[in-house]
Nanobody, 115 residues
Framework: QVQLVESGGGLVQAGGSLRLSCATSGRVFSNSAMGWYRQAPGLQRELVATFTSGVTPNYADSVKGRFTISRDNAKNTIYLQMDSLKPEDTAVYYC?????????WGQGTQVIVSS
């Protein structure tokens, strides 16, 4: 069973920062391409940041220069540091793991950015 446990969402004012975390098992972490997606109300889920080829970060244009994806191999955890947040970043953020041939999702964590 693949579990992705997210934490770190919340309410923040525009210009503020939040850090999201996503922890999983060592087996999943070592054998998955992992990343973050988000879904705003009424919109499709979209890529925010992922690790391509396991370690190379890839960002959506809308978050480049403001968000940073990172990983802690000792803790089997990825992070999303979100700085200079904007109201349009408001969404439910999901951790994703592409493990073997399947796509797995975390439960989602709400991020609300007030203007």
């Amino acid at each position: 069973q693949v579990q992705l446990v997210e934490s770190g969402g919340g309410l923040v004012q525009a210009g503020g920062s939040l850090r999201l975390s996503c922890a999983t098992s060592g087996r999943v972490f070592s054998n998955s391409a992992m990343g973050w997606y988000r879904q705003a109300p009424g919109l499709q889920r979209e890529l925010v940041a992922t690790f391509t080829s396991g370690v190379t970060p890839n960002y959506a244009d809308s978050v480049k220069g403001r968000f940073t994806i990172s990983r802690d191999n000792a803790k089997n955890t990825i992070y999303l540091q979100m700085d200079s947040l904007k109201p349009e970043d408001t969404a439910v953020y999901y951790c994703n793991a592409k493990f073997l041939i399947e796509n797995y999702w975390g439960q989602g964590t709400q991020v609300i950015v007030s203007s």
